[in-house]
Structures are given as structure tokens and as C-alpha cells.
């Protein structure tokens, strides 16, 4: 049976994500639809649209993050304008979130406590939406409405999940805070990660940081029965 999985919001955890959907490769996941908050819309809607682990790993590192930087037009609502994201993601993904093969899913926010799950629309905007971080980056208008970071509100999206697909089996991959461990939803199997340590000018070790949750993800699974148990 095919599993759900939720890819969590965390501060340029794209090596993470990477690692999390290779091992889930490994043990030879089937995966129905996909859920993505914040870095983990970005890596999910890439690996959704069809794009091999290793471009998606080539795309996301291919230059330094503030290189994408842009000043807002509208400095009221953020700083820096999502626009360079967008350039860069356009030519990797279809024009709106269901023209993508699998159901797919996008966590935002219109206040910290105000998450919603975008479900249909425009796909780039969604993505970008969901990674403006509040001050950073001013807010992305989809469908009508100005999203921002869904992660401002809820890492995980899980309750979005569960509404939009009542009763599937899911694996959520929760990047942590550099505060703490996060609370982690139960009746969900879990993996947990440590927060990516990248910054601006640099993602870090991205190499390691893709080959450690690969082999966490292999652990976890491999003492698992995929169900909608909670495991830490």
C-alpha cells in the first residue's frame, strides 16, 4: 500500500529531505502523495515533478542562497522578493499542482497562527509562498490570496494532511528547531533529523548531511512496521 509522506519545514533542509526520499527509495517505499512545508515544498514539488534525487540535490546547490536574493518591490510586506526562487524552479515544474502526476500539497501560512494547505493553483507560487520567510521575504500572491511560510505556523502540516486525505498511512520527516526538540504528531511513523546548520551564504556539508539521514531513514524503516503507529 502506498504511504503519504510530509516533508517538514527546516531552515534550507534540502540535503535532509534529499537523504529522507533516498532512503525511503531503499527500502523500497511506494509513496501516494506528498506534503511539503517550507524546504520541504521545494525538494517535494522537484521530486513530484519527476526530477531524479541527484538534480534535485545539483539544482538546490547550485549557488549560495543569498545569490537568489532580490529586493522586494514592496519592503512593507518583506524585505527581499521571491522572485529569483521562481525563475529558478519555473523550468522544472508544471504550471499548477495538479498537472503533477501524484497528489501534492503545500503548506502556508497567512499569520503564525493561521496554517493552511494549498492543494490546487499555481505550483510556483505555492512553493515560493511557502518559503518566504515573515520579514525576509515579502509574501507571494496564489490564487487571489498572500501566503507566506507555512513553517511560521506549522512545521509539519500535519493536521492539513490528515483533513485533505482522511485515513492514509503517512511518514512524516521532521527537520528540529535549533531550540529544542519538536513536538512530534502522534499516529504518524516519524523520522527526525537535526536542523541543517545552513545559513545564507552557506548550505554546509551537504554530502554528509544527505548521506546521515539516508542511513537514519534506513534505520528507522528497516525496524518498522510502516502503519499509523508514532515512532520517534
Request: aromatic share 6%.
Amino acid at each position: 500500500m502506498a504511504v503519504d509522506i510530509v516533508l517538514s519545514a527546516g531552515w534550507l533542509a534540502f540535503a535532509r529531505h534529499v537523504g529522507f526520499l533516498e532512503g525511503l527509495a531503499d527500502q523500497g517505499i511506494e509513496v501516494g502523495a506528498v506534503v511539503g512545508t517550507s524546504s520541504g515544498s521545494l525538494v517535494g514539488a522537484l521530486w513530484a515533478a519527476g526530477l531524479s534525487l541527484d538534480a534535485i540535490a545539483e539544482e538546490v546547490t547550485a549557488t549560495r542562497p543569498f545569490r537568489a536574493l532580490r529586493p522586494s518591490r514592496t519592503p512593507w510586506r518583506g524585505v527581499c522578493s521571491m522572485g529569483g526562487l521562481m525563475a529558478r524552479i519555473r523550468k522544472h515544474l508544471p504550471e499548477r499542482i495538479e498537472d503533477l502526476e501524484r497528489p501534492f500539497a503545500v503548506g502556508v501560512c497567512s499569520g503564525p497562527n493561521a496554517p493552511h494547505l494549498l492543494t490546487s493553483g499555481s505550483l510556483v507560487e505555492a512553493v515560493a509562498a511557502s518559503c518566504a520567510v515573515p520579514g525576509l521575504f515579502s509574501s507571494v500572491d496564489v490564487n487571489g490570496t498572500r501566503w507566506l511560510d507555512g513553517g511560521w505556523a506549522d512545521r509539519t502540516a500535519v493536521q492539513g494532511w490528515r483533513d485533505w486525505r482522511p485515513g492514509q498511512p503517512g511518514m512524516l520527516h521532521l527537520i528540529e528547531t535549533k531550540t529544542g526538540t519538536y513536538p512530534a504528531p502522534t499516529g504518524i511513523t516519524v523520522v527526525r533529523s537535526q536542523p541543517s546548520g545552513a545559513r545564507l551564504w552557506s548550505l554546509g556539508d551537504h554530502r554528509t548531511q544527505r548521506a546521515e539521514t539516508r542511513a537514519l531513514t534506513n534505520t528507522i524503516l528497516s525496524e518498522t512496521t510502516l502503519s499509523n503507529s508514532h515512532v520517534d
